[in-house]
């Protein structure tokens, strides 16, 4: 068994700059990232994710009215005192734990123009070190930290991307990679990745496609410079990502595990329920409730 090389790559950068306009009128006020799946926010989800896999350091790309972000991480003392004096030490240890492991940053993107651009705002922070960057809106649910799982492939100079198999007539929703070379292990090289491609574009039953978790090379910053900017003067990622498959520096792991996109609101009922069932505080009851609905013929 290859040996787990977690916690060379210690910097994240998470980007929550969007507006959510998918969810609206939750969105509103409330910054996506906030949406909790039961008790948890699916930011802080990422975070955790990220201190798991043994990285320290996280930067947070937010927008204007995205404040809230960084007031759910700050400590309360008054609500901490107010929790001991009351006796409530899980509510207490659950307070105190949003966020530990990590120091926190926040940068702000002064205008929407693309995850390519919004990842170009954690240059100065990140300098020339490799760094995670974590989309919350994906909620990945397994048995190990995805990005550990990407780590235990990563080599210097190179990048790699999480990838899920779909069916072909889903291609069109997701960046879909071409591989350069036969699969070894969870792994595989890439020869090219088209974002969005139609269905006539992707050959087979099945293909491959880019989840929200990436470890990428310091190098992509300048990559991400010289990229031309898209629909609505948008930088893309995938652009980017593209220049490095080019390159033979592009990386893709099947992940262990499942995928919800929260952005969606089927999505994100989906990711309520499965994270119900990881939980074993939830998942006994929760298993009885749903099973009751089955034979009631609810669904």
Do not use: N
């Amino acid at each position: 068994m290859r040996e787990s090389r977690v916690g060379r790559i210690r910097k994240a950068v998470i980007p929550a700059a969007g507006m959510g306009t998918r969810l609206l009128p939750a969105t509103k006020a409330l910054p996506k990232e906030l949406l909790p799946l039961i008790d948890v926010p699916v930011i802080q989800l990422a975070v955790d994710d990220a201190v798991q896999s043994g990285m320290d350091d996280v930067l947070v790309i937010v927008s204007r009215g995205k404040e809230l972000l960084a007031d759910h991480f700050d400590r309360q003392p008054d609500l901490e005192a107010l929790l001991a004096a009351r006796g409530k030490t899980a509510a207490l240890e659950a307070v105190r734990s949003t966020g530990a492991g990590a120091a926190l940053h926040y940068t702000r993107q002064p205008e929407p123009k693309g995850l390519g651009h919004a990842i170009l705002m954690a240059r100065h922070h990140v300098g020339s070190d490799p760094f995670a960057v974590m989309l919350p809106d994906d909620v990945m649910l397994g048995p190990r930290p995805i990005l550990a799982q990407l780590e235990d492939c990563w080599e210097p100079g190179r990048s790699v991307v999480a990838v899920m198999p779909v069916p072909r007539a889903e291609a069109f929703r997701y960046g879909i990679v071409t591989p350069a070379g036969e699969k070894r292990g969870a792994a595989f090289p890439v020869e090219d990745i088209v974002e969005k491609p139609a269905v006539s574009e992707v050959s087979g039953d099945m293909a491959w496609a880019v989840m929200g978790r990436y470890l990428l090379d310091a190098d992509m910053f300048g990559v991400l410079e010289h990229v031309a900017p898209g629909a609505g003067g948008e930088i893309q990622l995938t652009d980017g990502l593209r220049a490095m498959a080019h390159a033979g520096r592009l990386t893709a792991v099947a992940y262990e595990g499942e995928r919800f996109d929260v952005g969606d609101k089927l999505g994100y009922i989906k990711a309520v329920i499965s994270y119900g069932l990881y939980r074993p505080d939830f998942a006994p009851d929760l298993k009885r409730y749903l099973a009751d609905l089955a034979q009631r013929g609810t669904f």
